[in-house]
């Protein structure tokens, strides 16, 4: 009796699959390993969505974003669609750090993250996001030179920028950071200057103050003499405006001012200092 309940339920789920495969919903892999032999074949970023039964965001999507026929011709142009159970699959919740559910990972061919997202996206986040994903041929080939060797200066610094071109700008950031402890960085201080500013910029874009503001308050220790100071104390102090550190930016702008006192840089720190 029990077998036939189990047979019947087995059958009940695969009409449901074949349903939902004859209604032209997302084709979604459950194995990864095939998901990124698919995406490799050409060349497609993939979205993998963890999820679980007891999480009920995750319900929510499954009702009201996945259906959408919109979403689902996003997925048909742009991305390989995988879904993975967390309670399940442990091994690859934990490579891909899940702490919540639902767990949204854009990767590229590979199935290497370059951006997460926690929680429940609604239909029209995701399209935007599925349809903004860029052609992934470089990052592609960028990211097979690193998982050969991942202290690859040259390969880190490019996939860091492609990254930032295409708003990745947390990812990116992991990149340059990565990029700036390698052994060649620390030899050019000019390409490390130019590569810290870029990972601050990222950090002021994802409005990460505290985080910009460490990162050009170090440019500002490193690189006291650059010709870009003006520029690193006004983002400095942006960073802390961000973060709440009034004394800081305020006292970070008087500095401007006493530096370059008929700059334009000047008048800008004056004109936030009057405006605060």
């Keep these: 009796m029990i077998r036939q309940l189990a047979f019947a339920a087995l059958l009940l789920l695969i009409g449901r699959t074949q349903a939902i495969a004859q209604e032209g919903g997302i084709q979604w892999y459950n194995d990864l390993k095939k998901a990124t032999a698919a995406a490799q074949r050409s060349n497609l970023p993939m979205f993998v969505d963890f999820w679980a039964d007891w999480c009920a965001a995750c319900r929510v999507m499954d009702k009201d974003v996945y259906p959408d026929p919109k979403v689902i011709g996003a997925f048909e142009r742009k991305i390989i669609g995988v879904r993975i159970h967390f309670d399940i699959q442990q091994e690859l919740a934990r490579k891909y750090d899940v702490q ?3 767990y949204l990972v854009f990767t590229n061919s590979n199935g290497t ?3 997460a997202y926690r929680g429940l996206m609604e239909s029209e986040d995701l399209i935007k996001v599925v349809d903004a994903m860029p052609p992934l041929n470089e990052i592609n080939r960028l990211d097979r030179v690193l998982q050969k060797n991942k202290k ?3 390969s880190l610094e490019a996939m860091a920028s492609q990254l930032r071109a295409m708003g990745f700008f947390q990812t990116s950031s992991q990149y340059y950071d990565r990029a700036i402890k ?3 960085a620390k ?3 000019a390409r490390r200057e130019a590569m810290l500013m870029a990972m601050g910029t990222n950090y002021l874009e994802l409005q990460a103050g505290e985080e910009a503001a460490s990162v050009f308050e170090r440019m500002l220790k490193e690189f006291p003499e650059s010709p870009s100071r003006t520029a690193m104390l006004l983002a400095a102090a942006q960073g802390h405006h961000l973060s709440g550190n009034d004394a ?3 006292q970070l702008l008087k500095s401007i001012i006493t530096e370059q006192p008929n700059s334009e840089a000047a008048r800008t720190a004056q004109e936030l200092l009057d405006s605060r």
């Design 100 to 102: 919540a559910l639902p």
């Design 113 to 115: 993250p370059l951006l």
């Design 152 to 154: 690859h200066f040259e």
């Design 182 to 184: 390698t052994s060649e």
């Design 187 to 189: 030899k050019n201080p």
């Design 248 to 250: 800081k930016t305020q």
